[in-house]
């Protein structure tokens, strides 16, 4: 069974902190990913990896970075936490480029305040 | 055009019912899709995913139906049960390549008892 888990579930940050998600995958994918999941907007992709050190900008990537130094760990970085930033976050690994299944961690509840 | 729009956003079933959650897309290079299905405190999971060589692709009781004309896909769940109250998220993607897929809003699904 692939096993992708995150960090923490819930998080609470004050606004202005430097905020890290750390995401580790177990089965050896190539492609790792960050969404972000919000009411009415469903899933929507922040940043994604598809080997290490590479990166690669998602559709909202403005206020985030991302790094990949070991292949099985993705972590989101949020450089300066702000209040919209408050967010469902998952991540998730596949095998490698093709039509192949995005496994999902239960995801982290970050709430800034 | 990387848009995938979702409806209804809510839907109440009974129990042994039919749900059936549309998808429509712009982009007529996607060629993969997959249905995701949420639970609640759960990241998604892979549920049901079809190619547009086909109109129908059926897994038990979860059934995608897809019109290529009208560049349409639905998820038909039959003899809907109440564990199958979850959110339900359609996607599309390019096969080819890196596989970056595009997320509808969700349908949260309640089939009651």
């Known amino acids: 069974d692939v096993k992708v888990t995150q960090s923490s579930r819930y998080l609470v940050k004050r606004t202005g902190e430097k905020v890290f998600l750390e995401c580790v995958q177990d089965m050896d994918h190539e492609n790792m990913f960050w969404y972000r999941q919000d009411p009415g907007l469903g899933l929507r992709l922040i940043y994604f990896?598809?080997?290490?050190?590479?990166?690669e900008k998602g559709d909202i990537p403005e206020g985030y970075s991302v790094s990949r130094e070991k292949k099985e760990r993705f972590s989101l970085i949020l450089e300066s936490a702000s209040t919209n930033q408050t967010s469902m976050y998952l991540c998730?690994?596949?095998?490698?480029?093709?039509?192949?299944?995005?496994?999902f961690g239960p995801g982290t509840r970050l709430t800034v305040t | 055009q990387q848009q995938v729009k979702q409806s209804p956003q809510s839907l109440i079933v009974q129990k042994g019912g039919i749900s059936i959650i549309n998808c429509a897309y712009e982009n007529t290079a996607f060629d993969y899709f997959p249905w995701y299905q949420q639970f609640p405190g759960k990241g998604p999971a892979l549920l049901i995913a079809?190619?547009?060589?086909?109109s129908e692709k059926k897994e038990g009781r979860f059934t995608i139906s897809f019109n290529k004309s009208a560049k349409q896909f639905s998820l038909h769940i039959m003899d809907s049960q109440p564990g199958d109250s979850a959110t339900y998220f359609c996607?599309?993607?390019?096969?080819?390549?890196?596989?970056?897929?595009?997320f509808g809003t969700g349908t949260r699904l309640l089939v009651s008892p």
């Open positions: 079809i190619r547009p060589d086909v």
């Open positions: 996607a599309a993607s390019i096969s080819v390549g890196f596989q970056k897929l595009v």
């Open positions: 998730a690994s596949s095998l490698g480029t093709g039509p192949y299944e995005q496994y």
């Open positions: 990896s598809y080997d290490v050190k590479m990166k």
